[in-house]
């Protein structure tokens, strides 16, 4: 039996096996297309992320040291620096455009109330993550988030995406993507402190701050600083400089693994 068919009647036995385990009253009561309680994290912060284009050289750390600290598979990625090349609209002159790009801790997450089984849930700082012990990898969430940030991890075959690298920030320390960045472009902190950095920055910045796909209504809390309104949405581009393939050869190209 090849590779492939292994695997691909192990997630079948598995996904079959979690649904046999999970009973009618808890999806029930899972509270799908309603937000279930947050729960976990400090109810006291509000973690955020400000991201500052204008000092983003597209350098690809912050995909590396996430990739490495979260030991995702290969081609799958937890955050990604996304490359553009444009052109000016009146001379044709061609531009690089960086565009880093991560789970957006909403305030009104999708992914969170489409889990049967509450295995993604929201952190009371507002950190979305994901219970793999809980998991059952159906993949609900993967499809119901707009920003192409989740993916079903091939190695632990449940949902896999961004926390803002919890497990760090719970004791002190940084993500590891705002650590690696050289030009300083990533800024993370509490916006109910309003001498942190980043509310500092968002005060000063404001009328200049944008999120992505705003007609969502799932109010992004990771924020961009320096972004021309036509990336608000997917644009019609094409990547630029290099492109991502996967164990098999394939190019993912410069979106998210999978999209």
């Known amino acids: 039996m ?3 068919r292994r695997a691909l009647l192990g997630q079948i036995a598995k996904l079959t096996a979690g649904a046999a385990l999970v009973p ?3 999806i029930a009561s899972a509270g799908i297309n309603d937000q ?3 729960r976990e994290g400090d ?3 509000r973690y955020a992320m400000l991201i500052d284009l204008r000092a983003c050289i597209g ?3 912050c995909t590396v040291s996430c990739h490495i600290e979260n030991e995702a598979p290969l081609g799958s990625f937890r955050t990604i620096v996304s490359q553009y090349e ?3 609209e009146d001379t044709g002159d061609s531009a690089t455009f960086m565009l880093p790009r991560l789970c957006n801790h909403c305030e009104n997450p999708p992914c969170v109330p489409v889990c049967p089984v509450q295995a993604t849930f929201q952190r009371q700082d507002g950190i979305v993550v994901v219970d793999n012990e ?3 990898g159906c993949a609900y969430c993967v499809q119901a988030c707009p920003y192409d940030a989740r993916f079903i991890n091939e190695y632990t075959q449940t949902a896999d995406k961004c926390t803002f690298c919890a497990h760090r920030l719970d004791v002190g320390l940084l993500p590891a993507c705002v650590e690696s960045c050289v030009g300083g472009a990533r800024i993370i902190g509490d916006l109910r402190d309003p001498e942190s950095q980043i509310s500092r920055m968002m005060k000063e910045h404001y009328s200049e701050l944008m999120v992505l796909k705003p007609e969502m209504g799932t109010a992004p809390h990771v924020f961009y600083l320096g972004m021309d309104e036509r990336f608000v949405s997917r644009p ?3 990547p630029a400089i290099w492109d991502v393939r996967d164990q098999q050869g394939e190019e993912i190209g410069y979106e998210f693994s999978g999209h």
């Open 2 to 4: 090849d590779k492939i």
């Open 24 to 26: 009618l009253s808890s």
């Open 36 to 38: 279930p309680p947050r």
């Open 43 to 45: 109810p006291e912060k």
């Open 59 to 61: 350098c690809q750390a």
């Open 86 to 88: 444009v052109e000016h």
């Open 134 to 136: 809980v998991c059952v």
């Open 236 to 238: 019609d581009a094409k």
